[in-house]
């Protein structure tokens, strides 16, 4: 069974049910909505869409919604800019009109105050470098470095700038709003910048009345220096490596890339790769070998989940991307991993239960684990330990419950109610891995369990034999 999870972003390409199900056969754990380019009539149609192909399936599928985030953009042009290096262009504010041949507006006014001269500006996801040559009170005066063709709203990055811009802008409060509202399972905050950024997002939810979980998505040099209180303060962290790959030197990106994973890995939090796992796959049925690379490296740093974007969401082959991912995954999932949760510091008596269970699992034969959870706390905490061989079954009574630990690494949700008896309960769950073809007999079952006895919550540990 799959160990790494696929996210999967959902567009143009793959919105209609029949692609959704064949994503979902072909091994889809989790739909992403990008805030940036959906329409909010478009998202109430596609979350029931999304809900009634997994009831239909039989399957638990998640739904992430992605903000946009405080996102800095140029103008509308007439026509694109042919920018040749030495090149002047002017970035105007505030409405301010232009004076130069080249020249455009930028969607966020405090441009001027937040950069310095000399400091570098990049245009439309690093493709055009600018430097900052003088300053004005509306407007920027800039040399061209690099060629480039520019059009209209074309996204900026400022590498080291400080921007004074807001965590959640206004049109992320409305789209949150809309999610929460149709029960999506996670939030992703883009541009996460500091620990206080998570907590603004968490009181938003909470005030929702959502226990969405919050996925902090690390963009930018700033980001990366706040990183252990950022791990800390979020659910899941998912490495961006679109503009992280901008704002930071490219050759840094694979040390920067695993330097999260691993911290992610130290402390239990759940970890996404993400961005341009397959980017030629938008054209071409098949992946380069580099790309299979990419994929293999982050299966075998047990990344949490690997995460297509454009791939899927205006790709002309959105179900052969998610059959690239499941087969490569697979098969570097046989071959073992880094093993970065064997340094984990364990700070907690549950931390310490659950590890004897994954020591235990990993020392029997054809040995799996059971988790019983109400909250999926303790399905976190097992998944945190990257079991070496035993799939981890998580049985939950809320569909809820389910949807919140399904991208967790290794960890397969079952919906099931509970009984007041805790002995029932784990019956009934070895009949249902049995019938479902999930456990054979010879199979050793390690059961980890919070389940009540009485006004008692309390974690065991159980070894039984699959007859």
Request: one cysteine or more; proline letters at 4%.
């Amino acid at each position: 069974m799959r160990k790494t999870k696929i996210i999967c972003t959902l567009g143009p390409a793959s919105e209609t049910e029949a692609v959704i199900r064949e994503m979902v056969a072909a091994g889809t754990n989790l739909f992403r909505l990008n805030m940036s380019h959906a329409a909010h009539d478009w998202v109430r149609a596609i979350v029931p869409r999304i809900r009634g192909v997994a009831e239909e399936m039989g399957v638990i599928v998640g739904i992430l919604l992605d903000t946009q985030g405080p996102a800095i953009r140029t103008g509308d042009l007439p026509e694109k800019f042919d920018l040749k290096p030495g090149d002047a262009i002017e970035l105007t504010v505030r409405g301010a009109a232009p004076r130069e041949r080249f020249s455009t507006s930028v969607n966020y006014d405090g441009l001027v105050d937040d950069l310095s001269v000399g400091d570098r500006v990049l245009v439309d996801n690093g493709l055009i470098h600018l430097e900052v040559l003088e300053k004005d009170v509306d407007r920027i005066h800039a040399r061209v470095l690099t060629a480039g063709l520019l059009g209209s709203r074309r996204h900026i990055n400022l590498p080291g700038v400080r921007v004074k811009l807001p965590a959640l802008t206004e049109k992320d409060r409305a789209d949150i709003a809309l999610g929460t509202s149709l029960g999506v399972d996670m939030v992703a905050l883009s541009f996460c910048r500091e620990p206080q950024d998570v907590e603004m997002l968490r009181q938003l939810l909470r005030a929702h009345g959502s226990r969405a979980r919050i996925v902090a998505k690390i963009e930018d040099q700033l980001a990366m220096r706040n990183l252990r209180g950022i791990v800390e303060k979020a659910d899941i962290i998912m490495v961006a490596r679109g503009d992280l790959g901008i704002e930071c030197a490219m050759e840094d990106l694979p040390i920067i890339q695993r330097k999260i994973v691993k911290h992610c890995l130290h402390v239990g939090r759940p970890v996404i790769v993400a961005t341009q796992l397959l980017e030629s796959m938008i054209v071409s049925p098949v992946p380069t070998r580099a790309e299979v690379t990419d994929v293999a490296n982050a299966a075998y740093e047990q990344a949490d989940a690997v995460m297509l974007s454009g791939e899927t969401a205006v790709g002309k082959y959105p179900v052969e991307c998610v059959k690239v991912l499941d087969r490569v995954t697979r098969r570097i999932e046989r071959s073992g991993g880094a093993g970065y949760a064997g340094e984990a510091v364990l700070r907690t008596d549950r931390q310490r239960t659950v590890q004897s269970a994954v020591v235990l699992a990993n020392s029997l034969e054809h040995a799996c684990i059971a988790v019983f959870t109400r909250r999926g706390l303790m399905a976190d905490v097992v998944s945190a330990r990257r079991p070496h061989r035993a799939p981890i079954f998580t049985f939950a009574n809320s569909a809820e419950v389910c949807r919140r630990i399904v991208l967790n690494w290794g960890t397969f949700p079952i919906l099931m109610p509970f009984d007041s008896d805790p002995g029932v309960t784990i019956r009934n769950a070895e009949k249902l891995l049995r019938e479902r073809g999930l456990v054979a007999p010879g199979d050793n079952l390690v059961i980890v369990s919070d389940l009540l006895a009485g006004e008692e919550l309390y974690d065991s540990i159980q070894v039984r034999p699959i007859n």
